[in-house]
């Protein structure tokens, strides 16, 4: 008689067995660095013996070979209990006092296996039923089940006493899902009974397919498994925006990031094990990187040193080299390099120093024309004025008065040229003419302006108020300049109906020095407040008030000289308040902006 009958019941449990093999071997090779995934293949895999054990039982045409199908069949139940209590105790990152109980738990199930496979303790014989053949249960059956449920409600219990302990709402969803899918697998047990003389079908697979997907759902959903460490480290490199370099002593490459791909063009595959020095293209006596981690131990940890790497493509990029040593028990392992783009930022730099040499030309030209301005113009002027006054002197009287309009015009148009060339010269000596920062008393410059106003101030009928004011560090002949300028506005732009009241004060607060010049004077829109430091940005006629528009801007110039700034506050008819913030403290010999401290004059002059 052939050992093989058929038997359509075999045909479910063959399927299902089969299938949850290939199942197991999918999870593992796509999850196998996770121990909960490991275990859940194991727990598949052990099934899956249990469903291919009975379907080889069914499919047997004789008792013997039947029993043997039977007993390979449970011997890998025996395991169950064993990998269901290690699964959930690293699922739920149970403490480290379960490792004894889940090892004794293997022991014991290799055991019960082993009696399964080669005694009839477990199995004693095949019976037939209609189904097919089945196991008949052996002398330590009972004891086996009472290890097996008792391990099966442990897990269950550690569950339990987990989900009432924790906090976190998630990971109670997670637990309780769990256990629900345990508590449907015990379901499976049924088959034991027909062991004992009932006449049940078994059908264990039904609530074992349903454990299988419940619990995989779980595990796939809420990853009950912390990242391995080698998982957590790729991830990192990977989200690093810098190249990585992880070299050994020899300077060869080991291990790199994604980045290293970007900024240089290379797959990491194809550096890994090349020297470090081959992506840099340098020439004979340069410092190569494995030269410098020769003197790594001795220089310590190198920080963003500048460097040229080859690119794939064979062009250069420039980067910032840090480089770490790596020591393990005091003896130097390798080193991490990280390599940062830096092209951006000397293309930055690059066009930061052609700005610079653009001003440097700009100030020099600018310098050339204040030299031009107090030499070359002011001569013509003064023969103008000169010429002007002899004419006036020795042909007034014969000249029709449409001849003495032309001078008086002529004298006057001098006049202003001369004031605007002398204001220019002034906005240019700020910083070609400025000096070394010093301790300035600016209650002291406040009263040598006010002095220096007297006839202005007695003409106008008006006074200065000087208020509190206290020292800084500065330009003591700009600063001079910067409140005669505003307190000079100030008496211009006064109301001819009201005596004009100037008040210069100020005070220090968190180590800057707030400087206010106001008025009661006509005042102005506050739209105009940042026009008003214009160059020759003027709000008024010059046949109602004189002068350049260059007076402002002159004091703007010289508060960013000094690191301030200036701004204007007015409402018109009711003055208008000049706020200057200065810091009260510079640096020993600071110079700032860059002002010289020599005369300069163009070539050839």
């Known amino acids: 008689m052939p050992p093989v009958r058929w038997n359509p019941y075999a045909l479910p449990w063959a399927i299902v067995g089969f299938a949850l093999v290939v199942l197991a071997g999918v999870i593992y090779q796509r999850q196998r660095a996770s121990r909960v995934a490991v275990l859940f293949c194991a727990m598949i895999v052990l099934v899956g013996v249990w469903f291919g054990g009975f379907a080889g039982m069914f499919l047997s045409a004789d008792a013997d070979l039947a029993a043997v199908w039977a007993r390979i069949a449970l011997a890998g139940v025996a395991f169950l209990p064993a990998a269901i209590y290690d699964f959930t105790a690293t699922a739920l990152r149970l403490p480290r006092s379960r490792t004894l109980i889940v090892r004794a738990l293997w022991i014991i199930s290799a055991a019960f296996a082993a009696l399964s496979l080669f005694t009839s303790a477990i199995v004693l014989r095949v019976d037939p039923h209609p189904w097919g053949w089945y196991a008949v249960a052996g002398r330590l059956t009972p004891l086996f089940l009472v290890i097996f449920f008792g391990a099966l409600l442990a897990h269950l219990v550690e569950g339990i006493v987990e989900y009432r302990q924790t906090r976190d709402a998630t990971r109670r969803r997670r637990v309780a899902k769990l256990m629900v899918s345990f508590a449907v697998v015990y379901a499976g047990a049924i088959d034991f009974i027909p062991m004992f003389g009932a006449n049940l079908p078994p059908v264990g697979y039904i609530p074992v397919l349903a454990f299988i997907a419940i619990a995989w759902g779980s595990i796939r959903r809420h990853r009950f498994q912390p990242i391995t460490a080698a998982r957590a480290s790729r991830e990192i490199l990977d989200t690093m925006a810098d190249a990585l370099f992880v070299l050994d002593t020899s300077a060869k490459i080991r291990v790199t990031n994604g980045a290293v791909t970007t900024l240089l063009g290379f797959p990491e595959a194809e550096l890994h094990g090349r020297s470090i020095d081959t992506l840099e293209p340098v020439s004979d006596g340069d410092a190569t990187i494995s030269r410098t981690l020769a003197e790594l131990s001795k220089r310590g940890a190198i920080r963003d040193q500048e460097r040229i790497f080859r690119h794939r493509d064979g062009g250069t990029v420039d980067v910032s080299v840090s480089i770490s040593p790596v020591r393990e ?3 130097d392992r390798g080193a991490v390099l990280i390599a940062r783009d830096i092209r951006e930022r000397k ?3 690059a066009e930061l120093r052609s700005a610079m040499k653009r001003l440097e030309q700009s100030n020099r030209e600018l310098e050339d024309f204040a030299y031009v301005a107090s030499h070359d113009l002011q001569e013509p002027l003064r023969k103008i004025q000169a010429f002007g006054d002899l004419l006036e002197q020795k042909h007034g009287a014969a000249l029709p008065p449409q001849g003495v309009d032309y001078i008086a015009r002529m004298r006057a148009a001098a006049k202003r040229m001369q004031v605007l060339i002398n204001d220019l010269l002034m906005f240019s000596r700020v ?25 202005r101030v007695h003409d106008a009928g008006g006074r200065i108020d000087i208020g509190p004011l206290p020292a800084i560090d500065a330009d003591p002949l700009q600063m001079r300049q910067l ?8 008496l211009k732009f006064h109301r001819p109906d009201v005596t004009p009241v100037v008040t210069i004060e100020g005070s220090l607060d968190d180590g800057a020095c707030h400087l206010r010049v106001s008025d009661n004077g006509i005042g102005f829109d506050e739209k105009y407040a940042e026009r008003i430091f214009t160059m020759f940005e003027r709000l008024h006629g010059r046949g109602k008030y004189e002068g350049t528009g260059i007076g402002l801007a002159i004091c703007r110039r010289i508060a960013e000289r000094h690191g301030g700034t200036i701004t204007a506050r007015s409402t018109p008819g009711e003055g208008a308040t000049f706020l200057v913030t200065l810091p009260a403290r510079h640096a020993e010999g600071e110079n700032t902006n860059g002002s010289r401290q020599t005369d300069r004059h163009p070539a050839g002059r």
């Open 329 to 331: 028990d005091n003896v």
């Open 347 to 349: 293309r930055a730099d």
């Open 431 to 455: 910083t070609t003419k400025a000096q070394p920062f010093v301790r300035v008393s600016l209650e002291t410059v406040a009263r040598e302006v006010a002095k220096d106003l007297e006839v």
């Open 483 to 490: 409140l005669q300028n505003l307190a000079g506005n100030a």
